[in-house]
T-cell receptor, first 115, second 114 residues
């Protein structure tokens, strides 16, 4: 089975500061990795995904993440955050095989960007 | 293209009742998945339907069921509601259901059980 650990439940930062949201996963098989964002009273929106190839993945809204297989990590980064980035961020994995694979989510990290 | 739509957005029920939630996927998407989101357990997979067949199921009791229609719209039903069923129920659709396909989520239905 797969599992995801998001190491920080809350991350407060100031506007224009860099941010890193940490994600570690556990799996005995190859996985695909995802970061989703959830704004208040909304569903989840995909920020980026890693399927294969380059370990540095660029997503929407200036976010990027780096896949590190040896450390089983997929940390999300942004060099300069805005107030509008305040939201909850979820890391997720799915098995990289089979026809129908569910997403397994971490518990989420609430990012608060302060002026 | 219109996104994933879920109805109703909010529901209040009492213990013991049953409830049906509806999800309309993005046009052309044949796979619909359901997830439950609670503060304590986080996001948990309920089930996935593809071409009217359930092809993956999470670890939930039989009170939770679903179905998919020929137009890919899906419903989930929860019978004999318990207080712990209070949650945000999210529906997600994708094209063929393969693991590389992006899942697009709806805004959710917030169910409150009193």
């Amino acid at each position: 089975a797969q599992s995801v650990t998001q190491l920080d439940s809350q991350v407060p930062v100031f506007e224009e500061a860099p941010v890193e949201l940490r994600c570690n996963y556990s799996s005995s098989v190859s996985v695909y990795l995802f970061w989703y964002v959830q704004y208040p009273n909304q569903g989840l929106q995909l920020l980026l995904k890693y399927l294969s190839g380059s370990t540095l993945v660029k997503g929407i809204n200036g976010f990027e993440a780096e896949f590190n297989k040896s450390q089983t990590s997929f940390h999300l980064r942004k060099p300069s955050v805005h107030i509008s980035d305040t939201a909850e961020y979820f890391c997720a994995v799915s098995k990289a095989q089979g026809g129908s694979e569910k997403l397994v989510f971490g518990k989420g990290t609430k990012l608060t960007v302060n002026p | 293209k219109a996104g994933v739509t879920q109805t109703p957005r909010y529901l209040i029920k009492t213990r013991g009742q049953q409830v049906t939630l509806s999800c309309s996927p993005i046009s052309g998407h044949r796979s619909v998945s359901w997830y439950q989101q609670t503060p304590g357990q986080g996001l948990q997979f309920l089930f996935e339907y593809f071409s009217e067949t359930q092809r993956n199921k999470g670890n939930f009791p039989g009170r939770f069921s679903g179905r998919q229609f020929s137009n890919s719209r899906s419903e989930m039903n929860v019978s004999t509601l318990e207080l712990g069923d209070s949650a945000l129920y999210l529906c997600a659709s994708r094209t063929s259901g393969g693991p590389t396909d992006t899942q697009y989520f709806g805004p959710g239905t917030r169910l409150t059980v009193l």
